[in-house]
């Protein structure tokens, strides 16, 4: 299993502004997932942190608004650039139980962070 | 059509009831499923896989219906406890990367 401290656990910013968003594992792992749950929606890829390369972002992201580190295989961050209202979401970082990944891997998932942007 | 389905419900049953949930996925490449549990604003936890003849973990029993793209979530003898929304997760074969639907919303009542 893998634990996963994220912080902030919740934010409310100003439009406009950044926020960065920390995931520390205990443990190495080979990539991270970070995720954005809207309201009653199911948990929507954004990008797979790669260390040492930069992010794989899925269609509809992109490395302005979500640029992503990966300094180390226990650690990333998010960073939500530019807010605008319509980025109050749940973001949500995970990792897989296995190395090599594979179909029955297990995912652990953060706490969780709460954005309200106003 | 998304790539998984759920009813979102929400399914408001009492204490003791037996809940059925479905859950739909359109890639016939998909080979692993899950469930996964996730309560209010917590994150989502494994509850349990699928495996092709079907699996049981205590009251929580899981089919798959490889034929017809679905799998099944039954719990019996339903708790307060069970009150969460249940997500359907899905692998398709030689991705690591899981798609989740967008849960299902169990209330038991007393």
């Known amino acids: 299993s893998a634990v996963i401290s994220q912080k902030p656990s919740r934010d409310i910013c100003q439009r406009g502004t950044s926020l960065t968003i920390q995931c520390q594992v205990d443990?190495?792992?080979?990539?991270m997932f970070w995720y954005r749950q809207q309201p009653g929606q199911s948990l929507t890829l954004i990008a797979t942190?790669?260390?040492?390369?930069?992010?794989?972002?899925e269609s509809g992201f992109v490395i302005d608004k979500f640029p992503i580190s990966r300094p180390n295989l226990t650690f990333s961050t998010l960073t939500v650039s530019n807010m605008s209202p319509e980025d109050s979401s749940i973001y949500l970082c995970?990792?897989?139980?296995?190395?090599?990944?594979?179909?029955?891997?297990?995912?652990?998932f953060g706490q969780g962070t709460r954005l309200t942007v106003v | 059509r998304k790539e998984v389905e759920q009813d979102p419900g929400p399914f408001n049953v009492p204490e003791g009831a037996t809940v059925a949930f479905n859950c739909t996925y359109s890639?016939?490449?998909?080979?692993?499923f899950f469930w996964y549990r996730q309560d209010c604003r917590k994150e989502p936890k494994l509850l349990m896989s699928?495996?092709?003849s079907g699996n049981e973990d205590g009251r929580f029993t899981a089919q798959l219906n490889r034929a017809s793209q679905y799998i099944s979530l039954l719990i019996r003898d339903s708790k307060l406890s069970d009150s969460a929304t249940y997500l359907c997760?899905?692998?398709?074969?030689?991705?690591?990367?899981?798609?989740f639907g967008r849960g299902t919303s169990l209330i038991v009542h007393p």
């Open positions: 995970s990792v897989e139980d296995s190395p090599g990944g594979g179909p029955n891997t297990e995912a652990f």
């Open positions: 443990s190495q792992v080979t990539m």
């Open positions: 942190a790669n260390q040492g390369s930069e992010a794989t972002y």
């Open positions: 890639n016939s490449a998909s080979q692993s």
């Open positions: 699928v495996y092709s």
């Open positions: 997760v899905v692998r398709r074969g030689g991705s690591y990367i899981p798609t």
